[in-house]
T-cell receptor, first 109, second 117 residues
Framework: KNEVEQSPQNLTAQEGEFITINCSYSVGISALHWLQQHPGGGIVSLFM?????KKHGRLIATINIQEKHSSLHITASHPRDSAVYIC???????????WGAGTKLIIKP | DTEVTQTPKHLVMGMTNKKSLKCEQHMGHRAMYWYKQKAKKPPELMFVYSYEKLSINESVPSRFSPECPNSSLLNLHLHALQPEDSALYLC????????????????FGSGTQLSVL
């Protein structure tokens, strides 16, 4: 079992729909990151969370430390949101990020 | 300036070539990273520099040689690569772990797409 599990692996939705991507982890963490990667490479860090909830524009990230679970929500989704969304956790015991496999999101017009 | 700049964006090299990938940031970050990413896979950590010193080498073959000449620059020297080394190479930077954790956000460059023939 991977230490960081994301679901779903792939998600296709219509423009305007509310999107939820989930991340569960099994290790003790100091922080959890949500990142976005568009085709062609560049990775953008969306959120870094250690507790609670953060909001930036149409994106909302929540984390439940007791349940070892985080969600990324996108409201009023748009085709430009199409990308791979990756959850990564920083283990409390070492420097390294443990990466999820990513969720490929496609928003159709 | 919140950018990490990587050059070149694309690189094709033969197995006998020597080339270098470059990464630059001017955000005052003192931790810099090299990642390797194969298609449809998450990035794999290769090296971490903290305060210009190599702090993590994830058992990377010696044909990859990192260098951190100063706090803004990170290089990855390539020599005698194999076709299986073809991948996207990503550079990232952040404040080091022992600083205020709220500054631990990672900033990535757009990567160098490397093809080894």
């Amino acid at each position: 079992k991977n230490e960081v599990e994301q679901s779903p692996q792939n998600l296709t939705a219509q423009e305007g729909e509310f999107i939820t991507i989930n991340c569960s982890y099994s290790v003790g963490i100091s922080a959890l990151h949500w990142l976005q990667q568009h085709p062609g490479g560049g990775i953008v860090s969306l959120f870094m969370l250690s507790s609670g909830k953060k909001k930036h524009g149409r994106l909302i990230a929540t984390i439940n430390i007791q349940e070892k679970h985080s969600s990324l929500h996108i409201t009023a989704s748009h085709p430009r949101d199409s990308a791979v969304y990756i959850c990564a956790v920083r283990s409390r015991s070492n420097y390294q990020l443990i990466w999820g496999a990513g969720t490929k999101l496609i928003i159709k017009p | 300036d919140t950018e990490v700049t990587q050059t070149p964006k694309h690189l094709v090299m033969g197995m006998t070539n020597k080339k270098s990938l470059k990464c630059e940031q001017h955000m005052g970050h003192r931790a810099m990273y090299w990642y390797k990413q194969k298609a449809k896979k998450p990035p794999e950590l290769m090296f971490v520099y903290s305060y210009e010193k190599l702090s993590i080498n994830e058992s990377v073959p010696s044909r990859f040689s990192p260098e951190c000449p100063n706090s803004s620059l990170l290089n990855l020297h390539l020599h005698a690569l194999q076709p299986e080394d073809s991948a996207l190479y990503l550079c990232a930077s952040s404040f080091p772990r022992d600083s205020d954790s709220t500054n631990e956000k990672l900033f990535f460059g757009s990567g160098t797409q490397l093809s080894v023939l």
